[in-house]
């Protein structure tokens, strides 16, 4: 008895589908994208280079760096440990380490933020010692770089935990039965077969942490020229009715995600070239 194919929808039911499907990507994804670029350069390349050279903006693009560089290198370690952990080892409390691990999805991010407050700020739990010991975090570089690595901590050991759980353990076990060490196991073994998954993951963690906004927000003070990234100098001048210079701060933002799109349009085809070869 033979079956129907599973894709025998009628051809106008598809077409349908699919117009239905470019129409909504075109109005809320292009359209926006778009306008962005041109409110950016409405008044020409001249205004468009003003807007980015201002130093309160070249502050926020240099704090933005140097936080995403922080947030991405700490989730990076820590992903790779916590897979690690979580698929190569059996231990009490593992579903609940799971669980922590997607712990910041499902939290707000500006209840993230509030929570640094609350732990670092000057009423905090821990506020008296560090003013005491003239430490600042909130209201500093060091609270939006823990804000931020607490918002994208997920991102690279979710990729990586499905992998390393369906590879298994069979070739690590192997490589140490023939007298490699840890860090041999590692290098020669799990990092070349994770290395497209982890740069996925890092990828995302990186476009997130340079867009975060509600838990930077929250821990960052707002003070111009020091604790701005690139989404608060957008909605400062937004908000003083610089519109062309807040659209022009704003793109340098879509940039990152157009450039990310094409990066994980790259990886994506050489882990799908790379699980049809096996």
């Not at 994208?33 to 409110?39: E, R, S």
């Not at 982890?198 to 963690?205: A, D, P, R």
Request: include cysteine.
């Amino acid at each position: 008895m033979s079956s129907a194919p599973i894709r025998s929808e009628p051809t106008a039911v598809k077409w349908t589908v699919i117009g239905l499907a470019a129409l909504f990507i075109a109005l809320f994804i292009l359209l926006p994208l778009v306008n962005v670029f041109a409110q950016a350069f409405v008044k020409g390349w001249e205004a468009f280079g003003a807007a980015i050279i201002e130093p309160d903006a070249l502050a926020a693009i240099e704090l933005t760096l140097i936080v995403t560089a922080i947030s991405v290198t700490a989730n990076t370690v820590m992903g790779v440990v916590m897979a690690w952990a979580i698929t190569k080892f059996s231990f009490p409390g593992k579903s609940f380490l799971i669980t922590l691990v997607d712990l910041p999805f499902s939290v707000s991010p500006v209840v993230a933020g509030l929570v640094f407050v609350l732990l670092f700020g000057a009423q905090g739990y821990f506020g008296p010692w560090l003013s005491d010991h003239d430490i600042r975090i909130i209201f500093a570089w060091p609270g939006i770089a823990l804000a931020t690595i607490f918002v994208t901590f997920p991102f690279v050991a979710r990729e990586l935990i499905p992998l390393m759980q369906e590879q298994g353990t069979t070739e690590e076990e192997a490589a140490v039965t023939l007298g490699a060490g840890g860090w041999r196991v590692f290098s020669r073994v799990t990092l070349p077969n994770i290395k497209w998954a982890l740069l996925y993951g890092v990828l995302l963690c990186n476009a997130r942490a340079m867009g975060e906004f509600g838990a930077v927000s929250v821990v960052s003070g707002h003070v111009r020229g020091e604790t701005n990234t690139i989404p608060l100098q957008v909605e400062i001048l937004y908000n003083e009715y610089q519109f062309q210079a807040s659209f022009a701060v704003a793109s340098l933002l879509a940039l990152l995600a157009i450039v990310t799109l094409l990066a994980k349009a790259t990886l994506e085809a050489r882990l799908g070239t790379r699980s049809n070869r096996h």
